[in-house]
């Protein structure tokens, strides 16, 4: 890229995260609007109401404070809330509730890793606001376009984390964000899904003459909803301010929206500067007093992170580091391995051989077929239970590994368990004498020139022999009976 030759790349990222409370964040509605119908979670709190009184959701703070803990942020011993002022349509109040200065947490840090080489990119600042509505854009099927206001949205209590400009490619940007999701669903507050909106991340993105410490103008990106968005959107900012420069132009501070089906960013606004908002003190809000008795309460409870988790992984099961990186990279998928891997009881010189096999299955095959489904592991029909099954009767040989290829896409999709699957298609291993037998004598009678040939000396005509009674038996017989029988018979035959 030209960019990566002549200019340096400056990013900083700005992550909305939603927090997974009980209810929203300066009123009691409930925390829960995806299913819901449009408007039917609201009261006059959520409408911004005159009169309304909003109270501060303790939760809420507790999460950030977790989640400035978890960063190494230095929590602030006094906050407080601040009117941000900004006319949009889905800001019901005209103001949003936010925090200016005192944040929460601030000046902290997250370790990334981009082609094997570590950097510590450091946090702003952690801070606690309000979510606001949704806007629905709709076009009439007369070609009139209108917009449509959700207000079940409004009020839920929204995480911001403000990285310092330290990343200097979109792989890095990509990797940050990553690592900050898996921080999020370690500490269980926020789901971390970008496609319904519960982390959202906007991109403030410079370019400067190598070398040099001065900046072009900041733009801001807007509307990414996947890791993919932000990637491409950052690679194609870098070219479009990198061929403004080249050609004589220059770049303006602005907002810009990612257009995912065009892969462009288009001009939105001016890019607003803070005195744009007009901070003050909410004053309906009182100060908050964080108590250092709370902060050590709260740090005595972290939980596990990704980073010791992996490393547990690697001790206990005797997982390589990219094995355990990739399996503990998301949370939901860790807990799942571990609960399928630890579902029966195994001696010790068992679990790196079956831990290693059930890793196969879950990010190989499994995370294909959500993938395609675009579903989530713990809403799938498949459950630890049924993947250690699955394995079980693999190593067991009862079935082949491409026949579990064809019992898990079953098992996705009916959620019944693999012996089932097994022996209502007959999918099992055949290792029955008798039966075995009659296909082996029958493959003899078919092929006698490959038979004259192994007892002429060519050893690896009994493989093609082999491989016929595999076809026959629809690759369910026992390759190891197999191979014994045609040896035992073979030997006893005469070269004609």
Excluded at 46 to 57: K, R
Excluded at 245 to 268: F, L, M
Excluded at 284 to 307: A, R, T, V
Excluded at 342 to 348: A, C, D, E, P
Aim: hydrophobic residues 35%; aromatic residues 6%; charged residues 25%.
């Amino acid at each position: 890229m030209v960019a990566a030759k002549k200019y340096e790349v400056v990013i900083g990222l700005e992550v909305h995260a939603q927090l997974l409370t009980s209810s929203k964040m300066f009123c009691a509605c409930p925390n829960d609007y995806l299913d819901s119908a449009p408007n039917s979670v609201a009261c006059p709190v959520c409408l911004g109401m005159p009169g309304v009184m909003p109270v501060i959701n303790k939760r809420a703070v507790e999460f950030v404070i977790t989640t400035g803990l978890a960063l190494n942020s230095t929590i602030s011993a006094r906050t407080q809330f601040h009117r941000k002022n900004y006319p949009y349509p889905d800001l019901m109040k005209g103001y949003q509730i936010s925090q200016y200065d005192g944040p929460i947490a601030e000046h902290g840090s997250l370790e990334i890793e981009v082609s094997g080489q570590k950097k510590l990119i450091r946090i702003t600042r952690v801070h606690l606001e309000e979510d606001v509505a949704k806007l629905h854009h709709i076009k009439s099927p007369e070609g009139k376009t209108y917009s449509l206001v959700d207000v079940n949205r409004s009020g839920i209590p929204l995480m911001e984390t403000v990285s310092e400009p330290d990343m200097r490619s979109p792989e890095e940007a990509r990797e940050y964000l990553i690592k900050l999701r898996s921080v999020l669903q370690y500490l269980n507050v926020s789901t971390g899904n970008m496609e319904d909106g519960s982390f959202r991340c906007d991109a403030n993105i410079s370019i400067r003459p190598m070398g040099t410490l001065k900046l072009f103008p900041k733009v801001e990106i807007k509307n990414m909803n996947s890791l993919r968005a932000v990637y491409k959107a950052l690679e194609y900012e870098i070219q479009r301010q990198t061929d403004l420069v080249e050609g004589g132009g220059a770049v303006i501070q602005e907002t810009r929206g990612w257009i995912d089906e065009n892969e462009i960013t288009v001009s939105q606004r001016a890019k607003e500067d803070a005195h744009d908002y007009r901070y003050f003190p909410e004053p309906d809000l009182p100060p908050i007093e964080i108590e250092q008795s709370w902060i050590e309460s709260i740090k005595c409870h972290l939980p596990e992170l990704q980073s010791e988790k992996l490393n547990r992984f690697m001790a206990e099961y005797q997982l390589g580091h990219y094995d355990a990186n990739l399996i503990t990279g998301s949370k939901p998928m860790a807990d799942f391995f571990e609960e399928a891997l630890m579902s029966r009881s195994l001696q010790k010189e068992q679990i790196a051989v079956k831990a290693k096999t059930i890793l196969n299955w879950i990010v190989g095959d499994l995370t294909s077929l959500l993938n395609a489904n675009n579903i989530e592991i713990r809403k799938s029909m498949i459950t630890p239970e049924l993947i250690r099954d699955l394995t079980d009767q693999i190593d067991s040989e009862e079935i082949t590994g491409s026949a579990g290829k064809i019992i898990l896409d079953e098992m996705f999709r009916t959620g019944k368990s693999s012996r089932v699957i097994a022996d209502s298609q007959g999918l099992t291993r055949i290792s029955n004498q008798e039966i075995l037998e009659v296909s082996v004598n029958s493959i003899l009678e078919e092929n006698p020139k490959a038979v004259q040939d192994y007892l002429s000396g060519r050893d690896t005509a009994i493989k093609f022999l082999l491989g016929q009674v595999m076809k026959q038996t629809r690759g369910r017989a026992n390759p190891v009976i197999i191979t014994e029988m045609l040896e035992e018979k073979l030997s006893s035959m005469e070269l004609s």
